[in-house]
């Protein structure tokens, strides 16, 4: 099977419900150009509630994904703008109604650019791991150093 590349995003930033905030995190990684300026993905989030996969589009200056709870049926629509603070600022909607509407900023991060995905239906967690990393490091993304080197910032 040939490898995909991706970019592999992390994700961090909370959502208002009611007078509660609730802090989430994660990662999306891309799948497809959608045009020339944006990008579809998918990815993991977790917060107060629990698991979710996320499924959206990169455009410009626009985050959009729908969120789906592991252990629940219905879908939070999210839909952010980035403002002159490079923040994504904006609103989720929910049918639910103990879920309802609110208001939503977060931060996305290019944490891994062009890594080669190699999509299985099956495969073994140690042995993706192991592939994943000698790849990365093959391709200069990541350095092995001994644990005797101390660690510098260049």
């Known amino acids: 099977?040939?490898?995909?590349?991706?970019?592999?995003?992390?994700?961090?930033?909370?959502?208002?419900?009611?007078?509660?905030?609730?802090?989430?995190?994660?990662f999306f990684s891309t799948e497809k150009e959608v045009d020339f300026f944006g990008k579809e993905f998918r990815g993991d989030l977790i917060d107060h509630?629990?698991?979710?996969?996320?499924?959206?589009?990169l455009i410009n200056?626009?985050?959009?994904?729908?969120k789906k709870y592991n252990d629940r049926q219905d879908i939070i629509h999210y839909d952010f703008k980035m403002n002159e603070n490079r923040l994504w600022v904006g609103n989720y909607s929910s049918s639910n109604k103990?879920?309802?509407?609110?208001?939503?900023?977060?931060?996305?991060?290019?944490d891994f650019e062009n890594v080669n995905f190699i999509i299985r239906d099956y495969v073994d967690i140690e042995n993706w791991v192991t592939n994943l990393v000698e790849g990365m490091v093959r391709e200069g993304?990541?350095?092995?150093?001994?644990?005797?080197?101390?660690?510098?910032?260049e």
């Open 1 to 26: 099977m040939e490898p995909e590349k991706r970019d592999v995003y992390g994700i961090t930033g909370f959502f208002v419900q009611g007078s509660n905030q609730y802090y989430f995190g994660g």
């Open 49 to 57: 509630f629990g698991m979710s996969d996320i499924q959206g589009k």
């Open 61 to 66: 200056s626009s985050l959009i994904f729908d």
């Open 98 to 110: 103990s879920v309802g509407n609110g208001r939503a900023i977060c931060r996305t991060h290019l």
């Open 141 to 153: 993304i990541v350095k092995v150093v001994s644990e005797d080197t101390p660690l510098k910032k």
